[in-house]
């Protein structure tokens, strides 16, 4: 810019009005007059340059920041923002997965989940909490007061009420009240009550299984939560055409029971029969399908209901068949016997000459009754539950062998049933064993077990000598459909067919004449069994004094044929009578039902003749 | 600063300098003092320029088909717009109504077979059946068939005890609890008699 020669007298800041231009007006002449605007205002050529220059670098300075700023925003963090702000609208409702059902073999229902919702109140949407208060009063059966103080309280997140109907929920929704919102919130029933109800457990408040199969199969009853995200209004509704995406749930897989729901209910009813008596505290029965090693039944007296188990007795909420252990007297004589033909020790017609009484270390084990020696064969000895002749075969057998029999029947280990808090029971090691244990482990004392155990023994001799470890889940079926079998456990044997056969033939001498449970015999079917009479510990003094008997009756049918094992315990403190006349009754009822129910054909054969006691005794029954 | 160049240069063409010093601006002009400018030209040049083309532009072009043209345009997506919108928004509901009466009838099932459910289990059917006057059976008979065609009788079926009311299912003599497992002796069967 080149530079202006400037007059000495000239007015710096307005150098183009001045001179002849002035008095002649021109194409260049300014039309307003002089000094109208910028009076006095005026810069420079140069000064006026520099401005613009300044200026134009302010701008794009500016410019420059703001599209910086701007392409931060749409660009680097853009994604952000847009999510950000979607999720302002988007609301995301859980969606519970249902859980899977629990069934019997039949597929009738001991647990199932049904819809159900939490009623959820936004306080600060509600208009008028009082009117909102008066209108749920009722549907939720609710008193007004609490709903009114809940409804008014701070915070956006309020459960008003919870499993709460569909019906219920249909009709506050056409209240159309604002702020009240439904949420997911399955309930779990259990239609069959406290028939299975210890077997099935329960479910806590976080859904998660507590006891029994509930709590084992948690994992697979469970199922997946989805989720549901849709776009709402400002007051909260869905927008019809904004975005709605489901995470659909997936629900529990069904888990299917080898539990028979009627025998199941004929098992508890008779037990808690037994129970009432007066003299029972507890009584627990186990019905095993011989051929599978498959529960049938399972119960305990008392039982409890699972959907009512927070207002049961905390100590009631297990499942004694399984966790409870008591030493299991004559009904272990089966073990001690099996382990003596399995050697070839004894035959069941051998004959022996039984005291009434035989010294054990510094102690003396006598029969029920003393009696003078008398000659009983094998069989005799069983039928009669002596102790003295089962002592006698013991020592023949050896407390290794015994212990590697007792062990191989499945005592003193979990039998790896899928229920929880299974117990081993108590079997101490042979070469621990003093003078008195060995001679009271082979008549059942001095060693514990749990009636699943003791069923299990009993399976095992009328399943021709093979044990198969109880299982209690048949099946695991997933919402698709699809059907995964428990693989069925290997069967093990244990004693020969031959030795079985014997065995089977010997119990059945003791539901006959002369043996010790008449009352085990169910009419038109051979039974075989054993009957138990057990000192039960006093728990106040640690010592049996006072302790009273756990009775016991373990049998099976028919006994050419087996089908179901039946195992039965009775805890009866303040009573000594004799596992065959408390414990056999209910045996027998038990069993006759699962035979009749299941149209297990009557034994065609009549039962045979026995030889209980030798050939010179003048009294053979 | 161009424009007051281009107004310039029409009537001179005369001094180089002064387009070239154009940034000077128009106060440098008349400093160089010509007094009398042809001054309707230059105010009326600008003028006749813009007014006396467009003028006829617009008499060969004319502008309106293509104004309606666009208007039309814009009309029309508009309205497709708010056809395609309502459609949406019709389907959106009809989608609602239909998951709300799908929901409605699947609540109604499963109210339905919560009743069969809770029908079914033991102890209903036990109190049923104790209402209705029956008792358990007991062990039954089974006649099995052997090969040749003979059959032969198993079991010892008997005859059941006649209930204390058969008709009227009033009267349980026991409660259902304690009946139902302890009195199966009396098989119902009518097999026993073939």
Redesign the interface.
């Known amino acids: 810019?080149?530079k202006t020669v400037r007059g000495p007298g000239e007015d710096p800041r307005s150098?183009?009005r001045s001179?002849?231009?002035a008095d002649?007006p021109?194409?260049?002449?300014s039309r307003r007059s002089p000094g109208s605007r910028r009076s006095g205002v005026g810069l420079s050529?140069d000064q006026r340059g520099r401005r613009n220059r300044w200026g134009l670098i302010f701008m794009i300075t500016l410019l420059v920041l703001v599209v910086g700023k701007l392409a931060v925003l749409q660009g680097v963090d853009g994604a952000a923002y847009a999510n950000a702000a979607e999720q302002d609208r988007l609301r995301t409702y859980p969606i519970a997965a249902l859980r899977g059902a629990v069934l019997d073999r039949d597929g009738?229902?001991f647990a199932?989940t049904?819809?159900a919702s939490r009623v959820v109140a936004d306080p600060s949407v509600v208009k008028d909490p009082e009117r909102t208060a008066l209108a749920l009063t009722t549907l939720l059966d609710i008193p007004a007061s609490t709903l009114t103080e809940k409804l008014s309280q701070d915070g956006r997140y309020v459960v008003l009420a919870r499993q709460v109907p569909?019906?219920t929920t249909?009709a506050i929704h056409a209240l159309n009240l604002p702020g009240i919102v439904f949420e997911d919130d399955p309930v779990r029933?259990y239609?069959?009550?406290v028939?299975g109800g210890q077997v099935v457990g329960f479910v806590g408040r976080d859904g998660k299984g507590l006891a029994g199969i509930e709590q084992t199969f948690q994992g697979k009853l469970a199922g997946t939560d989805g989720k549901r995200r849709v776009e709402v209004g400002s007051g909260g509704n869905p927008i019809?055409?904004g975005i709605d995406e489901s995470t659909p749930a997936t629900d529990g897989d069904s888990v299917r029971l080898t539990l028979d729901?009627?025998l199941?209910?004929?098992?508890e009813?008779?037990l808690?029969?037994a129970c009432s008596d007066g003299a029972t505290t507890r009584a627990s029965a186990v019905v095993l399908d011989v051929r599978t090693g498959q529960v049938a039944a399972m119960g305990s007296c008392p039982g409890y209901d699972p959907g009512n188990y927070s207002k049961t007795d905390p100590n009631l909420l297990g499942n004694p068949a399984v966790s409870d252990v008591f030493e299991p007297g004559s009904v272990m004589k089966a073990v001690t016997l099996s382990a003596a033909l399995e050697e070839g020790i004894a035959e069941p017609d051998t004959v022996l000459t039984v005291d009434g009484h035989i010294k054990a270390g510094d102690r003396v084990v006598t029969d029920a009754h003393d009696h003078e020696p008398v000659d009983w064969t094998v069989t005799g000895i069983l039928a009669k539950s002596s102790n003295v002749g089962t002592i006698m075969l013991a020592r023949k057998v050896g407390d290794e062998k015994l212990e590697h029999y007792l062990r191989a029947f499945g005592l003193g280990d979990t039998t790896g049933i899928e229920l929880p808090g299974e117990s081993a029971g108590i079997l101490e090691a042979s070469k621990d064993w003093t003078a008195t244990r060995a001679a009271n482990v082979p008549i059942g004392q001095g060693v514990s077990v749990t009636t699943l155990q003791m069923a299990s023994i009993y399976q095992t001799i009328a399943n021709d000598g093979v044990r198969i470890a109880p299982r209690i889940v048949e099946s695991v079926t997933a919402p698709d459909g699809k059907v995964v079998e428990t693989p069925a456990p290997k069967g093990a044997r244990v004693i020969s067919k031959a030795t079985a056969d014997k065995m089977a033939y010997m119990l059945e001498a003791v539901v006959g004449p002369g043996g010790t449970a008449p009352l085990g015999q169910?009419?038109?079917?051979r039974v075989a069994g054993k009957t138990g009479t057990a000192q039960r510990p006093n728990p106040e003094c640690n010592c049996y004094a006072g302790g009273g008997y756990v009775t016991t009756f373990v049998g099976f049918a028919p006994a050419d044929d087996p089908q179901y094992v039946v195992a039965v315990d009775l805890e009866r403190p303040s009573s000594d009578a004799e596992g065959g006349q408390v414990a056999a009754p209910v045996f027998a009822?038990?069993l006759?039902?699962a035979?009749?129910a299941n149209g297990v054909?009557?034994?065609?054969k009549p039962r045979p003749d026995f030889q209980l006691t030798g050939p010179d005794e003048p009294h053979n029954p | 600063m161009t424009r007051a160049t281009a107004r310039v240069t029409p009537p001179s063409g005369r001094t180089a300098s002064t387009v070239r010093a154009g940034t000077a601006g128009p106060r440098t002009t008349p400093r160089t003092g010509f007094r009398t400018p042809p001054r309707p030209e230059l105010r009326l040049l600008p003028g006749i320029t813009t007014a006396g083309r467009g003028a006829p532009r617009l008499l060969r072009h004319p502008r309106a088909p293509f104004v309606l043209l666009i208007v039309a345009m814009l009309v029309g997506t508009t309205l497709g717009l708010l056809v395609l919108n309502t459609a949406i928004a019709v389907d959106s509901l009809k989608a609602t109504q239909l998951r709300t009466a799908n929901a409605e009838r699947a609540q109604e099932v499963q109210r339905l077979e919560q009743k069969v459910v809770d029908g079914n289990t033991p102890e209903e059917i036990a109190r049923a059946a104790d209402a209705a006057g029956m008792i358990p059976a007991g062990s039954a008979g089974f006649l099995v068939l052997d090969p040749d065609g003979g059959s032969v009788l198993r079991g010892t079926p008997e005859p059941a005890a006649v209930p204390d009311s058969p008709d009227t299912p009033a009267t349980p003599q026991a409660p259902a609890t304690s009946q139902a497992p302890a009195a199966p002796e009396a098989p119902a069967t009518s097999r026993a008699g073939d």
Request: glycine content about 12%.
């Open positions: 810019m080149p150098p183009g001179g002849a231009a002649a021109n194409a260049f002449t050529i009738a229902p199932y049904v819809d569909p019906e249909d029933l239609p069959a009550g028939v019809p055409s729901q009627d199941q209910y004929v098992t009813q008779r808690g029969e169910i009419a038109g079917f009822d038990i006759r039902y035979l009749t054909v009557p034994s065609g």
